[in-house]
């Protein structure tokens, strides 16, 4: 029998939260209906309304806190460009293992975010992007990276970091740590940094 929402909104919220995540990466936004959320966490459907307005803020907020936890678990950028950015691609590596349906929401579905929700969410993504920039800017700038255009060399470097997510998988050939090594040694030659010596 469903139950209710009742005195376990503290247990029960954060497993909505859970399983819109799991269905909207899994099946999509548009195909996952509130009922569906709702049969999966065992309430009825219209106990969901204890939890969220509707299912655009359902996803919104899903959105929002992964991006608001990335940007606070990101490590502090201390001066030294080169250390600096292999912080930057051994934490983004590390950070969105961890969390591979937040990763594809975050990237898949803005496309279904009404247009205030799309500009705040634009906006904390900038955040993050603007602390890679800002790396790669300072090095062009003391001449240990060669980047004509940073803006632009941080869009390819996020995309190529962010990629790992599409195929690697623990217990495979390679370990996470010794894949945030290659992709160290790729990003680094690819912005023109000298190799380690």
Not at 14 to 35: H, I, K, N, Q, T
Not at 74 to 80: I, R
């Amino acid at each position: 029998m469903a139950r209710t929402a009742g005195s376990h909104s503290d247990i029960t919220g954060p497993r909505v939260r859970d399983a819109a995540l799991r269905l909207f990466a899994r099946d999509g936004y548009a195909a996952v209906s509130m009922r569906r959320i709702a049969g999966e966490v065992g309430v009825q459907a219209g106990a969901l309304y204890n939890y969220t307005p509707d299912k655009q803020t359902l996803l919104f907020d899903l959105m929002r806190d992964h991006l608001i936890e990335l940007l606070a678990a990101q490590p502090q950028d201390t001066g030294d460009a080169v250390a600096a950015l292999e912080r930057f691609v051994r934490f983004h590596i590390g950070f969105h293992h961890d969390r591979p349906d937040a990763v594809f929401i975050a990237y898949m579905e803005l496309r279904n975010l009404e247009p205030e929700n799309f500009a705040a969410i634009e906006a904390l993504r900038r955040q993050y992007e603007d602390r890679l920039e800002t790396i790669l800017r300072r090095g062009a700038e003391t001449g240990v990276f060669a980047v004509p255009d940073p803006k632009i060399a941080t869009l390819a470097v996020i995309a190529m970091l962010t990629g790992v997510n599409t195929w690697f998988r623990a217990g495979g050939r390679l370990r996470l740590d010794e894949v945030q090594d290659i992709y160290w040694d790729m990003v680094r030659r690819s912005v023109g940094g000298a190799p380690d010596s």
